[in-house]
């Protein structure tokens, strides 16, 4: 327990020193470019991969479960989007970039640590944690609310494609289904998780990969703890969120 | 001119430095020798603010290290330049974006300026024609030689060494060695190395300071060395039959 609360003062730290005056906005902008790069293209094969399966399943399943004649067939595309933007592509979606972008922050900062670079730029009079945590964290509270709605969009039309073709439904009541009793909300939902399990991914993530001690096994070690506390942390997360909005 | 005064650091129960103090001189190469284990890194780490010290003085030309705010901090930073024993290059960028690094920092000149000044650093410690290559495709001298650029390029009036010629072949040490050393003198730099390596010792020890389990035990020069009495340095210095046979033949003239 003390052991936690110590992690979590260090981690409270690392968020506020990282707001510092950068020393040349330039370079700190083309590492936020390149952030953006290393964790929205970089990850979006996997998103799409993921997500249009995810839409897939979603819709071949429902239909096997949902085999009565008092429920339309539109009910289940209707049952598609909305699972899709509260649940499927922000959880799903965030628990998979855990893995994928989470060990790779964790990873790159540890290796970072245990070959003194992180020294190197301490010594240079750069703020690490400006330099190293903040750009991580900021290019992650823009992509990966970017790649949820792609994932968002991604798992419909997988979804769609998997009805007409196993012939679950036509076009048109997947269509109904899409525009039936929309809530705008559940859209704004699905971006509110998305934030904060950006923020959580990048900044467990950083926090762990930037204080490893030792050599290559803590390295592997800090990315895997990054990765499983990140994951338990948007579990949580996501509970609290649907408790308190919806 | 670097005075350190009465400096301790301890890890726990452990004393690692104890009331270490001397004066290290600009311009000239000051070493910091002794076993592995003695406290030389944590000296070096604590002088350059990577670790804190329990108590004691680091004055850099009168300025008090210690009791600096951060933006002090920061600005006597620019003026330091530190070779680490591996290097510490950063994977991600190539040669010459590794020694441009600090200029993109902290300067506002052109890419052309930039590129002149990287060449210039990178043709001073002789290594030309790998300007695009990553760390990862330079042998150990080379990545040396390029953390040694990018230490310079700011022109700095402090350069700390340690242990740079760690994993280096005997040929490679000395070269780097005699780089340090020239630069040294050429830039008026106050130099503070690591070491184990006795040909430095014998070659570049300007001012020399023996640690001995946390505490400065000799403090001399290259000449003094070879006729110090005290015990544990010549075990230290001259551990090898070799060397105790060539420190006999030296002071016999």
């Known amino acids: 327990m003390i052991r936690a609360l ?12 990282m707001f510092s005056k950068p020393e040349n906005s330039k370079v700190y902008w083309k590492e936020f470019i390149h952030q953006c790069n290393e964790i929205g293209i970089r990850s979006l094969g996997i998103v799409i991969i993921i997500s249009v399966f995810l839409g897939a399943v979603t819709t071949v399943q429902t239909a096997y479960q949902l085999i009565s004649p008092l429920v339309q067939k539109y009910v289940i595309a209707q049952i598609i989007r909305d699972s899709t933007f509260l649940e499927l592509s922000p959880t799903v979606v965030c628990i998979v970039l855990a893995g994928v972008v989470g060990s790779k922050i964790a990873s790159e900062l540890g290796n970072m640590r245990v070959t003194e670079q992180i020294d190197a730029l301490e010594i240079m009079g750069i703020n690490t944690k400006t330099y190293l945590i903040l750009p991580k964290i900021a290019a992650s509270f823009v992509v990966i609310p ?33 525009i039936k009793d929309f809530i705008p909300f559940n859209l704004t939902f699905g971006l509110i998780k998305s ?30 703890t990054a990765v499983v506390i990140s994951c338990i942390l948007i579990l949580f997360a996501d509970y609290g969120l649907a408790a308190l909005l919806l | 001119m670097i005075e350190v005064k009465n400096l301790s650091k301890s890890f726990g129960q452990k004393q690692v430095l104890d009331n270490v103090s001397c004066v290290l001189g600009s311009g000239q190469m000051n070493l910091i020798i002794g076993t592995s284990g003695s ?11 990577l670790m804190d010290l329990d108590h004691g003085e680091i004055l850099y030309d009168g300025q008090d290290f210690i009791h600096m705010n951060d933006k002090e901090k920061k600005e006597l930073r620019t003026q330091i330049g530190m070779l680490f024993q591996g290097s510490a290059l950063f994977d991600s960028l190539t040669v010459e974006q590794n020694v441009m690094f600090p200029l993109d920092m902290f300067t506002k000149q052109t890419l052309s300026e930039k590129l002149k000044r990287v060449n210039e650093v990178l043709d001073r410690v002789n290594l030309k024609d790998s300007n695009r290559k990553y760390p990862a495709e330079l042998s150990g001298g080379m990545k ?31 070269v780097i060695d005699k780089l340090i050393t020239e630069i040294t003198k050429e830039y008026n730099i106050t130099t503070i190395m690591n070491t ?22 000799w403090e001399g020069n290259k000449e003094d060395i070879i006729f110090s009495e005290d015990e544990k340095l010549n075990q230290f210095i001259f551990a090898s039959e070799f060397l105790q046979d060539a420190k006999r033949m030296r002071m016999r003239g």
Request: charged letters at 15%.
């Open chain 1, 195 to 224: 934030f904060t399990f950006a923020f959580i991914i990048s900044s467990i993530s950083a926090y762990f990969g930037y204080h490893v001690k030792g050599g290559a096994l803590e390295i592997g070690q800090a990315s895997t």
């Open chain 2, 144 to 174: 040396k030689r390029v953390a040694l650029a990018r230490a310079i390029v700011l022109n700095p009036k402090y350069l700390f060494c340690d242990e740079p010629n760690s994993g280096l072949d005997p040929q490679t040490s000395l």
């Open chain 2, 196 to 217: 184990h390596d006795m040909n430095t010792v014998m070659e570049s020890g300007d001012n020399i300071v023996y640690l001995y389990q946390g505490s400065k035990r």
């Open chain 1, 146 to 178: 970017l790649l949820i709605v792609v994932s968002m969009f991604l798992s419909v039309w997988g979804g769609y494609i998997a009805a007409v073709m196993s012939g679950v439904m036509n076009e048109e009541q997947f269509s109904l289904g899409l």
């Open chain 1, 6 to 17: 110590e992690h979590f003062g260090r981690y409270l730290l690392m968020l506020k020193d």
């Open chain 2, 39 to 49: 406290g030389k890194t944590v000296f070096l780490k604590c002088m350059v603010g």
